[in-house]
C-alpha cells in the first residue's frame, strides 16, 4: 500500500484527496476524519501565537473552526499542500478569536472598582447589556476625582484599556512613593463610594438605598480613621 492512502474506518481504503472531495459535498465521517488527522497542525499554530487573555482551549477551538474551513476550501489539484494552504487559515481564526477577547475585556469594568458599590455581576444578562453604560458612568466618576487622584485610579485598576499597574510602578511614574500611592488610591475609592458622588452609577448597579448609604458612610469612617481624617484624631 502505498503511504499517501490510508486505512479510513467506514471507508474501505480511501486516498486524502478522496476524503477532502467526499468531506466537501457533505460527508461528515470524512470531515471527522480529515480534522483528527490534522489536529497537530491546530496545535502548532496556536503554540506559535500570541494569545494574551485568550485561554488556549479557547484558541484551539478558533483554531479548529479555521481548519474546517480550509477543509472545505482546499483544491488538491492545485498541486499544494494541505497544510501549507491551512496553516494561515487556522492562523486568521486565531488571531481572530484573540481580537474578539481583546475587545471583550475593554468593554468589561473591573469587578475589582464595582465591589465598592457590593456588586455581584454573576451571569446576569442585564450587567452583560448595561457594560459600556456602567463603564462610562464610572469613568465619568472617576474623572471628577480631585487632584492626581483619576489617575491613580485609572493605572490601578487599568481602566485605560491597559494591564493594571501596581502601586509601585505608579508610584515611579509619578515620582512618589508606592505608600502615598496607596493613600491616594484609598482616599479616591472613599469619595467614589460616596452615595452624594456616585448616585448615577448607584442607580445602574442597583445600589441606591439606605442600606447601601449606611455601608459607604462604614467604609469611609474606617479608612478615614487609619489615616488620621474625621473621627479618626485623638
Not at 110 to 123: M, N, Q, W
Not at 142 to 164: F, M, S, T
Request: glycine share 8%; with cysteine.
Amino acid at each position: 500500500m502505498s503511504r499517501n492512502r490510508k486505512e479510513v474506518s467506514g471507508f474501505g481504503v480511501a486516498t486524502e484527496t478522496t476524503l477532502f472531495t467526499q468531506a466537501q459535498v457533505g460527508c461528515s465521517k470524512c470531515l471527522n476524519e480529515l480534522m483528527e488527522q490534522h489536529e497537530g497542525l491546530v496545535h502548532l499554530v496556536v503554540r506559535r501565537q500570541w494569545l494574551l487573555t485568550l485561554e488556549y482551549e479557547e484558541a484551539l477551538q478558533a483554531g479548529r473552526r479555521g481548519l474546517w474551513r480550509a477543509i472545505l476550501g482546499y483544491k488538491p489539484e492545485r498541486g499544494i499542500r494541505f497544510s501549507t494552504y491551512a496553516y494561515p487559515a487556522i492562523m486568521r481564526y486565531v488571531w481572530s478569536a484573540v481580537k474578539a477577547e481583546q475587545r471583550r475585556n475593554k468593554r468589561e469594568v473591573p469587578i475589582s472598582v464595582l465591589a465598592l458599590y457590593r456588586y455581584e455581576t454573576g451571569d446576569d444578562p442585564a450587567w452583560l447589556k448595561d457594560q459600556d453604560e456602567i463603564r462610562d458612568s464610572l469613568l465619568t466618576l472617576v474623572k471628577r476625582l480631585p487632584k492626581q487622584l483619576p489617575e491613580v485610579v485609572i493605572a490601578y485598576y487599568g481602566l485605560r484599556d491597559q494591564e493594571p499597574q501596581t502601586l509601585r510602578a505608579i508610584g515611579r511614574c509619578l515620582g512618589i512613593s508606592d505608600g502615598l500611592v496607596g493613600q491616594m488610591r484609598n482616599e479616591a475609592l472613599v469619595w467614589l463610594c460616596q452615595p452624594a458622588h456616585s448616585q448615577e452609577l448607584r442607580s445602574l448597579l442597583a445600589r441606591h438605598n439606605q442600606k447601601q448609604y449606611e455601608l459607604a458612610d462604614q467604609m469611609a469612617q474606617r479608612m478615614l480613621k487609619r489615616r488620621g481624617g474625621r473621627n479618626g484624631r485623638h
